[in-house]
């Protein structure tokens, strides 16, 4: 499996802002997709993750409300729409992949994207 992620950006306090991750590889229908983010000077955390057979979806409890994962199969994508953005919510996200359900820790991913940077000015 092979990911990329884009969509970063510098936005303020409040706004909206999407990243994607185009997913291949084979049997992705197999895999948990997820988005982790990871702050200077902090562990990567868990964001989000979405099971890409049948949708299921898991947050952070930092994010509930505010952020949604979603895919799309057609074009192999996985979207996070971050809305009322926060400037805790800088830093540095990355897609990830594994086979299996949803896990809040990074260890269990064994795929990732290279990451794309979130900028929130307050």
């Known amino acids: 499996v092979q990911l990329q992620a884009s969509g970063g950006g510098l936005v303020q306090a409040g706004d909206s802002l999407r990243v994607s991750c185009a997913a291949s590889g084979r049997m992705l229908s197999w895999y948990t997709m997820a988005w982790f983010r990871q702050a200077p000077g902090k562990e990567r955390e868990f964001v989000a993750a979405?099971?890409?057979?049948?949708?299921?979806?898991d947050y952070a409890d930092s994010v509930k409300g505010r952020f949604t994962i979603s895919r799309d199969n057609a074009q192999n994508m996985v979207y996070l729409q971050m809305n009322n953005l926060k400037p805790e919510d800088t830093a540095v996200y990355h897609c990830?992949?594994?086979?299996?359900?949803?896990?809040?820790?990074?260890?269990?991913?064994?795929?990732w994207g290279q990451g794309t940077q979130v900028t929130v000015s307050s």
């Open positions: 990830a992949a594994k086979t299996g359900g949803s896990r809040q820790y990074p260890h269990a991913y064994d795929y």
């Open positions: 979405i099971r890409w057979a049948g949708g299921s979806t």
